[in-house]
């Protein structure tokens, strides 16, 4: 198998991923790694637009497999919203390549796991705020309503902050996968911190 084809699965495979992390399957735990195939694909990616359209990849299959109802509704119609969706996961691709190319994972894994994140957050806020496409639907964030303990970081970084969170994780994850364990060990850590806390926050009484 060559590498673009490789690339093409791993845009595939995320959107999968991030799909089984939202209802009816809630996989919650996926959504920490969903990104991480398609991340690995970008980093790889031999220019912006190749990695802007594994991204729109990625971004169809997830909303095609999260949103088949809408075929209820836009009948033949369907594929052109779900290619809206798809404009999100492009936009973060592109932009994901281009910090690719301007920072040695080596020496700022940290700081480009984290911009991942960002940039991640930074698109679902475009989405949800651009006159004709705002919405808030597939938000990574809403991924984590299946787990209580995580979920109460919500209150103090907003469903923005776990989405960018998932998706610093996914990037790190990927770059423990090129042998950069750092960020993904930091990334669990603070994951656990988090966990800790909501659990703590959970006993509470009423």
Same mark, same amino acid.
């Given at each position: 198998?060559?590498?673009?084809? /490789?690339?093409? &699965? ?11 992390? #939202?209802?009816?399957? =809630?996989?919650?735990?996926?959504? $920490?790694?969903?990104? &991480?195939?398609?991340?690995? =694909? ?8 190749? @990695? &802007?359209?594994? !991204?729109g990849l990625a971004g169809y299959v997830y909303a095609a497999s999260s949103l088949p109802w809408l ?16 404009? %999100?996961p492009g936009l973060w691709a592109a932009l994901l390549h281009a910090s690719t190319q301007r920072l040695?994972? /080596? #020496?700022?894994?940290?700081? $480009? +796991?984290?911009? &991942?994140?960002l940039l991640w957050a930074g698109v679902e806020c475009l989405r949800a705020t651009l006159p004709g ?10 991924? *984590? ?6 979920? *109460? ?10 989405? +960018? @969170?998932?998706? @610093? ?7 423990? =996968? /090129?042998?950069? #364990? ?6 669990? +850590?603070?994951? %656990?911190? =988090?966990?800790?806390? !909501?659990?703590?926050?959970? /006993?509470?009484?009423?």
């Open positions: 198998m060559n590498r673009p084809k /490789e690339h093409w &699965a791993a845009a595939v495979l995320s959107g999968l991923l991030l799909a089984a992390s #939202r209802p009816p399957l =809630a996989l919650w735990p996926l959504a $920490w790694l969903a990104l &991480a195939p398609l991340a690995l =694909a970008v980093r790889r990616s031999r220019d912006a637009r190749s @990695a &802007a359209d594994l !991204g075929t209820k509704t836009f009948g033949v119609w369907t594929p052109a919203l779900w290619c809206v969706f798809a404009l %999100g040695d994972a /080596e #020496r700022h894994g940290l700081l $480009w +796991a984290g911009g &991942a994140g496409l705002a919405t808030t639907w597939l938000a990574l964030g809403f991924s *984590q309503a299946a787990c209580l303990p995580l979920l *109460q970081s919500a209150s103090v970084v907003g469903v923005v902050g776990l989405s +960018a @969170a998932a998706a @610093a994780f996914g990037a790190a994850a990927a770059l423990a =996968a /090129e042998g950069r #364990r750092l960020p993904a060990e930091l990334g669990l +850590a603070l994951l %656990g911190l =988090a966990w800790g806390l !909501g659990e703590r926050r959970l /006993e509470r009484p009423p």
